[in-house]
């Protein structure tokens, strides 16, 4: 019997959402306290390498399509992942630093296996033309999951506390996990484990070129956004105000973006890929303007609000495609590939956005990231389904 739609749609939610949760909070407070601690533009930049699994995953993605169910998996991380948070609420350490980078780390595994399981799931759920809405939520449930553990935990970390934060995680994710407890799975395909492997993948007609176009779709807004939350620090923001229009402004406009995009993409995915390319780098460009001019609350703020924006609808888009070319039989594998080789691009533009900014300044990497952004349209025939006109 078929899975009714919006039981697909709340669980896909429920299991993005788990992701975005935690990461939210890491990927907004570390960069901050990193700053705040006098590390350099280099060494904040590089943190971002703690996002590795995120970039490694497809190592261990056919190992979920060949063994158990993608639920089974679902369950396991998200059982870890409450355990994590626990341990963490329960034992504060000594030094603050160090255990958020290793928190940052740990999480980080258990959110890109999870993801991996998901995905796969997703492929299998999904009829062709709900792909568009689905990532639209996806997108839109990981941002909303941002929102409340990057601006919501972050705006409150000094009255919660340690334990009290890390205790909201546990809390959340093990309640969002219900809707994955109470699922079902479809049957396992024919030819499934001797499908799922990285080498089948990479045998298929257009698969290199399908890499090298993810790697680069990217990768400009990468590089302008990785020095972000450093320039907002050093334009004297507080962590409120950080978390504020980061957190809350940026992700509830990078919401707005995902459902957008997902409603273009689902019709027509090579013009959604081109429209979007040129709006994140605009986007990009935006911030350089800002560099040079005065600071301004208000200004860096609309600026947040459109980046995140752009930013929802081209991931969307990307995603959207991206499922498009995956095999039934494979779906974990092929789709963790495809996404790996975007967090590979993207955390690499991340890491060495530090050096662009310490050599060039804020605005000069600001508008060098923009223009790399705009080599994104010249990849797009690459991405999208050749069907399409």
């Given at each position: 019997?078929?899975?009714?739609?919006?039981?697909?749609?709340?669980?896909?939610?429920?299991l993005?959402?788990?992701?975005?949760?935690?990461?939210?909070?890491?990927?907004?407070?570390?960069?901050?306290?990193?700053?705040?601690?006098?590390?350099?533009?280099?060494q904040?930049?590089?943190?971002?390498?703690?996002?590795?699994?995120?970039?490694?995953k497809?190592?261990?993605?056919?190992?979920?399509?060949?063994?158990?169910?993608r639920?089974?998996?679902?369950?396991?991380?998200?059982?870890?992942?409450?355990?994590v948070f626990?341990?963490?609420?329960?034992?504060?350490?000594?030094?603050?630093?160090a255990?958020?980078?290793?928190?940052?780390?740990?999480t980080?595994?258990?959110?890109?296996?999870?993801?991996?399981?998901?995905?796969?799931?997703?492929?299998?759920?999904l009829?062709?033309?709900?792909?568009?809405?689905?990532?639209?939520?996806?997108?839109?449930?990981?941002?909303?999951?941002?929102?409340?553990?990057?601006?919501?935990?972050?705006m409150t970390?000094?009255?919660?506390g340690?334990?009290?934060?890390?205790?909201v995680?546990?809390?959340v994710?093990a309640?969002?996990?219900?809707?994955?407890?109470?699922?079902r799975?479809?049957?396992?395909?024919e030819h499934?484990?001797?499908?799922?492997s990285?080498?089948?993948?990479?045998?298929q007609?257009?698969?290199?070129?399908l890499?090298?176009?993810?790697?680069?779709?990217?990768?400009?807004?990468?590089?302008?956004?990785?020095?972000l939350?450093p320039?907002?620090?050093?334009?004297?923001?507080e962590?409120?105000?950080v978390?504020f229009?980061?957190?809350?402004?940026?992700?509830?406009a990078?919401?707005?973006?995902?459902?957008?995009?997902?409603?273009?993409?689902g019709?027509?995915?090579?013009?959604?890929?081109?429209?979007f390319?040129?709006?994140?780098a605009?986007?990009v460009?935006?911030?350089?303007?800002?560099a040079?001019?005065?600071?301004?609350?208000?200004?860096i703020?609309?600026?947040?609000?459109?980046?995140?924006?752009?930013?929802?609808t081209?991931?969307?888009?990307?995603?959207?495609?991206?499922?498009?070319?995956?095999?039934?039989?494979?779906?974990?594998?092929?789709y963790?590939?495809?996404a790996?080789?975007?967090?590979?691009?993207?955390?690499?533009?991340?890491?060495?956005?530090?050096?662009?900014?310490?050599?060039?300044?804020?605005?000069?990497?600001?508008?060098?990231?923009?223009?790399?952004?705009?080599?994104?349209?010249?990849?797009?025939?690459?991405?999208?389904?050749?069907?399409?006109?």
């Amino acid at each position: 019997m078929k899975t009714p739609r919006w039981s697909v749609l709340l669980l896909l939610g429920a299991l993005y959402f788990c992701q975005g949760l935690p990461f939210g909070f890491f990927v907004q407070a570390l960069p901050v306290v990193l700053r705040k601690q006098g590390l350099s533009l280099e060494q904040v930049g590089l943190a971002s390498l703690l996002a590795l699994p995120w970039a490694v995953k497809f190592l261990w993605s056919p190992a979920v399509d060949r063994y158990g169910t993608r639920r089974g998996w679902i369950l396991i991380h998200q059982g870890v992942a409450v355990a994590v948070f626990v341990a963490l609420a329960l034992f504060v350490p000594a030094n603050a630093i160090a255990a958020l980078m290793v928190a940052t780390f740990i999480t980080n595994l258990l959110s890109a296996s999870q993801d991996v399981a998901t995905d796969g799931l997703a492929v299998r759920l999904l009829p062709e033309e709900d792909r568009g809405l689905a990532n639209g939520l996806q997108v839109g449930a990981y941002r909303v999951g941002m929102i409340v553990g990057g601006g919501g935990l972050l705006m409150t970390f000094e009255w919660l506390g340690w334990r009290g934060t890390f205790g909201v995680m546990a809390a959340v994710v093990a309640v969002a996990t219900i809707p994955a407890l109470l699922s079902r799975e479809p049957p396992r395909l024919e030819h499934q484990e001797s499908q799922a492997s990285l080498q089948s993948f990479f045998r298929q007609p257009g698969a290199w070129t399908l890499i090298a176009g993810l790697l680069v779709y990217k990768a400009g807004e990468a590089a302008g956004t990785g020095m972000l939350r450093p320039f907002m620090v050093d334009r004297g923001y507080e962590l409120a105000d950080v978390g504020f229009i980061l957190g809350t402004v940026g992700f509830v406009a990078g919401l707005l973006g995902a459902l957008f995009g997902g409603a273009v993409a689902g019709r027509r995915r090579r013009l959604a890929l081109y429209m979007f390319a040129v709006t994140q780098a605009l986007a990009v460009a935006a911030y350089g303007v800002v560099a040079m001019l005065p600071p301004s609350r208000e200004l860096i703020t609309a600026v947040v609000a459109l980046e995140h924006f752009t930013s929802g609808t081209a991931t969307v888009s990307l995603f959207t495609a991206m499922m498009d070319r995956c095999r039934p039989e494979a779906a974990s594998t092929d789709y963790t590939v495809q996404a790996s080789a975007v967090v590979i691009a993207t955390a690499g533009m991340s890491a060495l956005s530090g050096f662009g900014a310490a050599h060039l300044g804020y605005a000069g990497n600001f508008f060098a990231s923009a223009a790399l952004a705009v080599l994104a349209l010249v990849v797009v025939g690459w991405i999208a389904p050749a069907r399409e006109a």
